[in-house]
């Protein structure tokens, strides 16, 4: 009896473009479906049972754990700066409380972990609006945007004036623990049967050793290639650990913690 394909959630950002590009350039991706997303898009997707994995944001894992089963080992997090979760501000971030903040509609974790930076690390009150409005857009009527993926990679380089915060940095600063941002989860109720899942598994793990003893030769492939130097590209996957250890599920416990205590979740 022929197996089902199994359909993978896929975020076209630069950050798991090294994970993605070896998967299919070394592994047999023949019973794989790729289903292109912004975060937000694939948690909903696999929320609803229209893809079976994904690298999901790690609020959709924490609200709806009873549903998924984590891939062990596979995250995207950060330990410090991690470059493409930005608050692009007119103004000190001690010195939003009251103003409404713009923050990326592609995002959810990212969301969740600002309003965490301004009400437990700061003890302030910023409204959070959503929006898809570029960052030249948003700052002609707010003080402050929160933008992620490429466009706050890219935005970053040009950004001369205010204020630029890095989320993964004001996270680290005050608990010194990694921040998980994504993490891979597979629907529990797609995980019986066969060994597809098993074989799926394996590859992730051989295209992240793969992605991580070759980032020039990434480089050299990624779409970003045109626009930062493979040095900035290499960097930045450099400050990216995609592994989930002990000191990783802390960093999530704690964002769970203030989750829970901020009714986030």
């Known amino acids: 009896m022929k197996r089902d394909r199994l359909r993978i959630g896929m975020i076209a950002y630069a950050n798991l473009f090294p994970i993605f590009y070896m998967l299919q350039k070394k592994c047999d991706c023949s019973e794989y479906e790729f289903i292109e997303g912004v975060p937000s898009d694939l948690n909903k997707k696999i929320r609803n049972g229209d893809i079976d994995i994904s690298p999901s944001s790690s609020i959709e894992y924490l609200k709806n754990s009873e549903r998924y ?7 995207i997090s950060s330990k ?11 103004m ?8 409404t903040v713009l923050v990326s509609s592609q995002s959810e974790t990212s969301v969740a972990l600002l309003e965490i930076i301004v009400k437990k690390f700061h003890e302030m009150d910023c409204p959070l609006e959503s929006t898809s409005a570029s960052v030249q857009q948003a700052m002609k009527s707010h003080s402050a945007y929160m933008l992620i993926g490429d466009q706050a990679l890219l935005e970053a380089v040009r950004w001369k004036q205010h204020y630029l915060y ?17 993490l891979w989860i597979m629907r529990k109720d797609r995980t019986t049967g066969g060994g597809l899942f098993e074989k799926f598994k394996s590859d992730l793990d051989h295209s992240k050793q793969a992605a991580l003893t070759d980032l020039g030769t990434v480089a050299a492939a990624s779409p970003l290639r045109y626009l930062l130097s493979e040095e900035e590209l290499v960097s930045y996957w450099h400050g990216i650990p995609y592994d989930f250890g002990e000191e990783h599920k802390r960093g999530l ?3 769970r913690q203030y989750s829970k205590e901020l009714g986030i979740i």
């Open 69 to 75: 089963d984590l891939i062990e080992d596979h995250s």
């Open 80 to 90: 410090g700066p991690v470059k493409s979760i930005l608050l692009f501000s007119k």
């Open 92 to 99: 000190p971030i001690d010195k939003l409380d009251g103003v």
């Open 166 to 182: 890095d989320l993964g940095q004001l996270w680290y600063e005050h608990t010194g623990l990694p921040f998980p941002f994504a």
């Open 253 to 255: 416990a704690l964002f």
